[in-house]
Structures are given as C-alpha cells and as structure tokens.
C-alpha cells in the first residue's frame, strides 16, 4: 500500500461527498482512504457510512476531539507507507494520487513532498494535473525551513503535503489547539533529512464562509502564540537564529494584530494576556495601548506592509 488519505469529518453534511468522490475517482489498489467522523451531530456520519462498504475505505466513528484528534486516529490505523490529509470541504484535483505514486517510484524514499494549493469557491475547478514542471529535492533542514517561510500558508500547511508513515512513529498533531498545522510543520521539518519540492497546484482549497480561518476573533486565536515561540526554541537549538528573529517578529506583528482585535471586541482578558506574552517574549517593553506596540515594531524594523496593516484594523476597528 503507497498511500493513505486521512479525512477528518465534523458536521459538513453534503459538502463531504465532494471530498470522498474527488478521491474515489482516482485512487487504485495502492490507495487506501480512512474516514474519521468526528462524533458528527448531522447526517455527516451517515454518509461516511454510505462509503465503508466499498472495497479499500475504512469508516471510524468516535467522539469528538477536534481536528488533530480525528487526524491521529486515523494515522493509527494508516497502512500506506505515505499519508495525505484532505479537510472534508476540500478535494484533490483529479490525476494527483497517480502523479504522488509515479513520484514514489522515481525517487526513492523522502520524508515529504511539498505541493502547492488553488484557492477556490466551488467544486466545478476538475481540471487534471501534469507532471511537475518544477521539482526539487532539498537535504539541507536549513533550506527547508527557508521553504517553508517562503511558501507561507502553503508551507504550513499539512494538506499540502504527502508525509512518509514512518514520521509518525514519534510524532502526532497536537490536540486541543487551533494552529496546529503550524506547529505540526515546524516538527515536521526538524525531523525530515529528505524532502522534494513540487510546482503544482494538487489541493483545492475551498473558501466557505464559517471555515476555522474565516470565523471571527476569538480567544482560541491565542493559541498561536506559543504554537511560535515553539518554533523559535526549535530554530535557535538548530543555531538558526536570523530564522529565529524572523518568527519572532511575526510573532510580534500578530499579536499586535490580535491585540487590535481583542480591544475592539472588549475582550479585557485576551488583551491582558496579550501585554503579559508581549512583557515575556520581549522584556522591558514599555505597552502603551496598541499605537506603542507599533512604535516597538518600527523599532525592531518590522516591514512595512505588516504595520500599515495594523495601523488599518486598528482605524478600521477604533481600538
């Protein structure tokens, strides 16, 4: 068995079809695909049902645990040698499990392959995939964290990536966090010596509104913070302190952000938690409500276009 598809369902009724069937069309006997309901409360567990009779589809049902939870129950049960993740809103345009394999076969074993993804509104984008025009392999973990900034979301995320099974045997998706694909990555590529860098677009990601990356601020947005001063830690044991510098002054970018946010909602608490990480990651900052942060940032010579983008939530929100 090449490949296992993982997919994580919580409540997207209909929209999951899309998802399965976009795998379904392609997959062979190389290709397995694990369905997690995730203690669904709609007619999302039933339809996972309609699929577990089909020849290489395995259907678990448990209870809710989040994301990261309904991931690693079905690495437990994974038999590929390499692993997909595919969120149950989303699909994989057709002919991408058949270039993954070829890819497989041509060279050799690797920790992960890096694809890129397609933001789309819809599911009628079907066109098929082509073999890379861009492929390259990276041994130096130096590079691959520099890939990984330089893709942004892409880089981080875990469903633009095909993961060799044996990762897993020291390693799961931390549970109970939003972010946790950022914090996953990080790890990921700390532990990777082989990884191959591809051109094509294989992932839809499909924007709809009530998505975890569109919905409104709230008090688990927090939960990046220490997901980065993770990745700083991590970075400076590597010796790889400008790459350090740079997450903390993302870091700090975002919390300037989220403190905008956090006082515009009057959500008191998020905003004193906010100064008390600021204090810790960056001693002796003097915060004087959000326009002092920016003055820091400027200080710290942060780009320009991240604090012209505080600047306008903050306007925009009168924080």
């Known amino acids: 068995m090449n490949i ?55 259907v678990i049902h448990k209870e809710n645990g989040g994301l990261s939870s309904a991931r690693n129950a079905g690495i437990d049960i994974a038999k590929g040698d390499y ?16 270039l993954l394999n070829s890819l497989i076969h041509r060279t050799g074993r690797f920790d992960f392959i890096q694809f890129r993804y397609d933001e789309v509104s819809d599911y009628s984008d079907k066109a098929g995939v082509k073999y890379p025009e861009e492929l390259f392999e990276l041994r130096d973990r130096r590079q691959m964290f520099e890939q990984k900034f330089a893709l942004g979301g892409i880089g981080a995320s875990a469903c633009t990536k095909l993961i060799n099974r044996e990762v897993f045997n020291a390693l799961r998706f931390k549970e109970g966090i939003i972010h946790e694909d950022e914090q996953f990555t ?16 294989l992932y839809m990601y499909v924007q709809r509104p009530g998505s975890i990356i569109t919905s409104k601020f709230s008090r688990k ?22 790459l350090a ?14 403190y905008a946010e956090a006082r515009r909602c009057d959500m008191h608490e998020c ?5 008390a ?18 003055a820091k940032g400027l200080k710290m010579r942060l780009p320009m276009l991240p604090l012209y983008y505080i600047y306008k939530r903050i306007c925009n929100g009168k924080a």
């Open 221 to 242: 947005r927090l939960d990046i913070i220490p997901v980065l001063e993770e990745q700083i830690a991590i970075l400076q044991s590597c010796g790889y302190t400008d």
């Open 186 to 201: 990080i790890h990921l590529i700390n532990r990777s010596s082989r990884a191959l860098y591809m051109s094509n677009p």
């Open 83 to 98: 692993l997909l993740f595919l969120d149950s809103d989303d699909y994989f345009r057709p002919g991408s499990i058949g």
């Open 271 to 275: 905003v004193n938690e906010i100064q």
């Open 4 to 58: 296992s598809v993982v997919i994580p369902v919580y409540n997207v009724g209909e929209l999951l079809r899309n998802s399965v069937e976009s795998i379904l069309a392609q997959r062979d006997d190389n290709c397995e695909l694990i369905i997690v309901d995730d203690g669904s409360t709609d007619n999302s567990g039933a339809i996972c049902d309609e699929y577990s009779s089909l020849s290489g589809v395995r």
């Open 277 to 294: 990480e600021v204090k810790a990651v960056l001693p002796g900052v003097n915060i004087d409500g959000t326009f002092g942060l920016i």
């Open 245 to 258: 510098d740079r997450v903390r002054n993302n870091l700090f970018t975002m919390m300037c952000v989220m």
